[in-house]
């Protein structure tokens, strides 16, 4: 048996015995905070990623009054197997998305919003002037910052570009997993092509701090993840997150492994070293993951002191 299927197979035999170590306990989302939030979606006609992705973050995040808003509808062209968004064919664009996704900004009073969406290859900008909309809508109507969590669109320039144009403060693209995993979970991706995609955004626009997430405890080596790394530091990324896979269902892609806490401080202090000036490494850590003090300790950090 090859090291990919006994890594598959010891996933297998870890999902099947749905004991999670302590450190993957959550508190539980109480029934009066999940139906305000859900008011306030349900009466804008907004979904969020927290809830169709299952994040395990979404009792932290609804209890602050803060949440992911996925554009673009719930439906995703792709169907990636780490993946709990519902894959098909997409419903059509909501025009009126980007000033629903703005007076939510202003209700939940957001300093900051993420922003990302479902892939829509059935587009031909894959939804680029949609998540321009949502962008600008935020900026004119509020006075938060933006965070956008993109697709590939495909690897085309042109819709990177009519992104970057309305100034978003920080632009997410996630690889994922470690490129050798590619072919068993994100088969219709590509590694060198989400890499192409963030070296892009930074040329065109090299004051956005361009960020990317990986997940681990899917069957990858350590010196796989540090390599990724290495990668996403030489194509000018700002800012890391790398968090624990967990598995949304048994017919999804199943956990490998269970890493330790400490496995996680590796990475970030090696992180740290390769001067990513943002990075957050830990079990529960998400793309937009306490999104705002990353930005936030960036600007600090580049302010210049002031003189004597």
């Not at 999940?34 to 009792?59: F, H, S, V, Y």
């Not at 992104?163 to 050798?180: D, F, K, T």
Request: hydrophobic share 35%.
């Amino acid at each position: 048996m090859d090291r990919d299927n006994e890594s598959l197979r010891m996933g297998q035999d870890v999902a099947s015995t749905h004991r999670k170590p302590p450190w993957l306990k959550r508190r539980a989302l109480t029934a009066q905070v999940w139906q305000q939030m859900k008011q306030m979606l349900d009466r804008l006609a907004l979904a969020t990623i927290c809830e169709e992705a299952e994040c395990p973050n979404i009792g932290e995040c609804f209890r602050q009054g803060t949440a992911t808003f996925l554009i673009l509808g719930r439906t995703c062209t792709r169907n990636c197997r780490f993946c709990a968004v519902e894959h098909g064919t997409p419903a059509p664009v909501d025009l009126d998305e980007p000033y629903h996704v703005m007076d939510a900004v202003r209700q939940l009073g957001l300093r900051h919003v993420v922003i990302t969406s479902v892939t829509r290859d059935d587009l031909p900008d894959g939804g680029a002037a949609q998540f321009a909309a949502s962008i600008d809508a935020v900026h004119r109507g509020t006075r938060a910052s933006v965070e956008v969590l993109i697709p590939d669109f495909g690897g085309q320039e042109a819709p990177l570009s009519t992104v970057l144009e309305v100034g978003p403060e920080v632009l997410g693209h996630n690889v994922e997993v470690v490129p050798r995993l590619y072919p068993k979970i994100r088969a219709r991706a590509d590694y060198e092509r989400s890499l192409r995609l963030l070296r892009q955004a930074k040329a065109l626009r090299p004051s956005v701090y361009c960020k990317s997430g990986l997940m681990v405890g899917v069957g990858e080596r350590e010196e796989e993840v540090i390599q990724v790394l290495r990668d996403l530091r030489e194509v000018g990324c700002d800012f890391l997150t790398l968090g624990q896979y967990l598995s949304p269902s048994p017919d999804h892609y199943p956990v490998v492994e269970y890493v330790e806490p400490r496995t996680f401080d590796r990475y970030a202090r090696a992180a740290e070293e390769m001067g990513f000036p943002g990075v957050s490494c830990g079990p529960f850590v998400r793309s937009s993951y306490r999104a705002a003090e990353m930005l936030e300790q960036a600007r600090c950090a580049s302010t210049p002191a002031p003189a004597d």
